[in-house]
């Protein structure tokens, strides 16, 4: 891959811990902005989806990165197909969430994923992209990199929300799990980016953040 030519691209990199509100965000983002978004988090939970249905086992080193390396992954329209099976529900399920922690501390699955992030933004000419290690590792060139943050309290609300059968105290504890693990381990973990933009979204309406974060990239353009 020619690296110099990632520096040309139009990409908004979003990072930030669980329920921050990256997806939200960057997905009316890039719509603002007329730019396609790219849910890298879905990504790792698809090679989880893959590893659960090939019933490997997601410590297998050697089985994950061989199906992350062999996954066709299809994501369109907000469909999410791994080798043509439809896997949008089940990515966002208790099976997957649990797999996918340790399938995405991987360092060769973060390089397989991190090369499939860069291609996916090289045929676009860039777009908005949301995950854990985006301006950090993934596009550290991009125009605009934003580090979202919120409390954990209302992240948990905004989990609890999002799928209705979800107790609220789970998922405070699965959040500050994830946290944890998302930041403590060894590759890409999740950091403030050189040069990112901090933004606490706590109690601030989504629109007022796609507002000024949109300000943000005509300002860099
Ligand atoms: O954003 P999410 O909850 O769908 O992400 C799922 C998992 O993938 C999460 O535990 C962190 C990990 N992830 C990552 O390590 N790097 C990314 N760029 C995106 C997600």
Do not use: H, N
């Amino acid at each position: 891959m020619d690296m110099s030519a990632l520096s040309d691209l139009q990409v908004v990199a979003i990072d930030g811990p669980a329920g921050s509100g990256k997806s939200t965000i960057g997905r009316a983002l890039a719509e603002r902005l007329g730019l396609e978004y790219l849910d890298t988090g879905a990504m790792y939970r698809a090679v989880a989806f893959s590893v659960i249905r090939a019933q490997a086992d997601p410590d297998d080193t050697d089985r994950v990165r061989a199906l992350a390396r062999s996954m066709d992954l299809q994501m369109a329209g907000g469909r999410v197909l791994v080798d043509g099976v439809d896997a949008t529900l089940e990515i966002r399920g208790p099976e997957v969430t649990r797999a996918v922690t340790a399938v995405a501390a991987d360092p060769e699955v973060r390089a397989e994923l991190c090369t499939r992030q860069r291609l996916w933004a090289l045929e676009r000419g860039g777009g908005v992209v949301e995950g854990r290690d985006i301006g950090s590792v993934v596009f550290p060139d991009a125009v605009l990199k934003v580090y979202l943050t919120a409390s954990v309290e209302e992240r948990a609300r905004r989990r609890a929300q999002e799928m209705q059968d979800l107790d609220y105290d789970r998922v405070a504890q699965d959040l500050v799990r994830r946290d944890e693990s998302d930041s403590s381990r060894a590759a890409s973990p999740l950091v403030t980016a050189d040069g990112a933009v901090e933004y606490d979204t706590t109690g601030v309406e989504v629109a007022r953040v796609v507002e000024d974060l949109a300000t943000m990239v005509a300002e860099r353009m």
